[in-house]
């Protein structure tokens, strides 16, 4: 198991967590979603009391735990920044992945974006959600291809890096979509390597302990591998500053990092 501890770049990140939406404006409508979506919230806790226990001899396990509502597909992406360039590739970052997220004929949303502070050091995480499915996928990387601002930041991105690498995932059927949150946060984003064949019964078990996380508002998404590194589940968890400190670290330490 590897486990990181994240926080969002800048203000217009919103906490790491992302609308397509001008910045200014995602608090608002960060509260309007939870006046209007507590009572789905609650069903989606009561239905994890009884979920059925899924029979690995019937299906894939992509087909048997993914949310059968949806077709989104996540692309997780780890960027190893060199030391004396991270500065300067979260300001480009900051520049051009909002256009990104915001135009519309692009069907995909940056989820959230964070510098890891505990784990390993001088890290991108991106994580991106294709409304749509491997279609959308497809159709964002093309579009990227013809788009020069973008191939620009690419080359500028290329040499501020040491290593990349990417996961294309589902989410877990029992787990709330990721969603804006107020700040400020941090995340603690939680990596697992499963033995093969054993995801359905690590779903089973996590379809019922859910509930037991969900009281602080802290489970903001859980994802399992489809492609890159297979039997991969994260976990990524929202925890406010105030916590934070209570569990011992002091924000005069964490603010030493990142803005």
């Keep these: ?3 990181r501890v994240l926080r969002a770049r800048g203000a217009a990140w919103a906490g ?6 001008a910045p200014c404006s995602l608090l608002p409508r960060l509260r309007t979603w939870t006046s209007s979506s507590n009572r789905s919230r609650e ?3 009561l239905k994890s009391l009884f979920v059925r226990k899924v029979d690995p001899r019937k299906d894939a396990h992509s087909n048997l735990l993914a949310k059968k509502e949806t077709s989104n597909l996540y692309k997780l992406q780890f960027h190893n920044v060199k030391p004396e360039c991270l500065e300067a590739y979260n300001k480009i970052c900051q520049e051009v992945l909002p256009k990104i997220h915001e135009d519309k004929h692009y069907p995909c949303t940056l989820v959230g974006t964070w510098n890891t502070w505990y784990g390993e050091q001088d890290q991108a995480v991106h994580l991106w959600r294709y409304e749509g499915g491997y279609p959308a996928l497809t159709e964002v990387m093309n579009k990227l291809r013809e788009n020069k601002e973008f191939l620009e930041f690419r080359k500028a991105r290329s040499d501020m890096l040491l290593s990349r690498k990417n996961q294309l995932l589902l989410e877990f059927s029992f787990w709330n979509e990721p969603v804006p949150r107020s700040g400020p946060n941090i995340y603690e984003l939680r990596s697992y390597q499963l033995r093969p064949g054993t995801m359905i019964e690590w779903g089973n078990y996590w379809a ?3 509930r037991f996380r969900q009281d602080g508002n802290e489970a903001v998404g859980g994802f399992f591998s489809q ?3 297979l039997y991969m589940v994260h976990h990524l ?3 406010c500053f105030s916590l934070f400190e209570l569990l011992g670290f002091k924000s005069s330490l964490l ?3 990142g803005k």
């Design 43 to 45: 069903d989606s806790w």
């Design 227 to 229: 492609i890159g590194q």
């Design 237 to 239: 968890w929202g925890i």
């Design 208 to 210: 019922r302990a859910i």
């Design 16 to 21: 790491g967590l992302l609308q397509r939406a």
């Design 255 to 257: 603010s030493c990092t």
């Design 1 to 3: 198991m590897a486990a």
